[in-house]
């Protein structure tokens, strides 16, 4: 009986507090997830209603339920409705949590005390990862050694690029980077003089788990850690940027 009411739902929602907003940036790029802000909290909704991946259950969940095709919530494991999905307003969750592209704020840029630039670098790095068209890295996937894909993770931007980050970079168009710390410089480029990386890596010292990417001209923008998810041939295809 338990089994024939899951096979009747539509759908898994569930409710968390505003304030963990952040939390859902590792499912940040799952396929048709809308989110709803009611009050203190956020309802995500669009969840299959077998889902089980770990980065569901790490969510700090309030409330989770299972949704038939007449929006009654049930709660999981129970026969009668709980309560009816309120009508809300609903957005995409990948337009509700954006990859952060802040204008570039360092100190020395707006103080006038130092100016960050990049210059051609004599020395050679291996790139630590690309940034390519969503288009480029689905075509790479489908067709790419599964052994090849481990490895890696990737983050989808809303400007419609893709950020894959691990070894060996993939072949394919884009612009690679190098790691310096948790810097993403354009390979073949550092800093000028190179000595400002340092500083600017003790800068951004705490945000652990965050890559910083410069851009040739010297603007930058944060990405968080949470914006990846790991290269599995199913997240790729999955993947939409809206």
Known sequence: MEEDNANSMKEMIVVLSADNMESLGSIRTWPGLLVSLSGDQIWVRGIPPDANDIRLRKLPAIHTYLADFQERLFLPGKQTPH????????ESLASFIKVELPVSALPGSTAGVFTIKLAPSAQHTEPAGIIT?????????DSAPLIRLQGLVFAACG??????????????????????DQLLL???YDFDPPAAGVFIAAHFKQ?????????RDGRWEKIPGSSFVHATRSA???TNID
């Not at 309560?83 to 609903?90: H, S």
Request: hydrophobic share 40%; net charge positive.
């Open 159 to 180: 400007s419609g690029e893709v950020l894959i980050m691990g070894t060996p970079v993939p072949p394919i168009p884009g612009q690679a980077f190098t790691l310096h």
């Open 186 to 188: 354009p390979a073949g």
């Open 133 to 141: 068209s969503l288009e480029h890295w689905k075509a790479y996937a």
């Open 236 to 238: 790729i295809r999955l």
């Open 207 to 215: 945000e652990t788990g965050t890559f910083i990417r410069y851009h």
């Open 83 to 90: 309560d009816a999905l309120k009508r809300m307003t609903w």
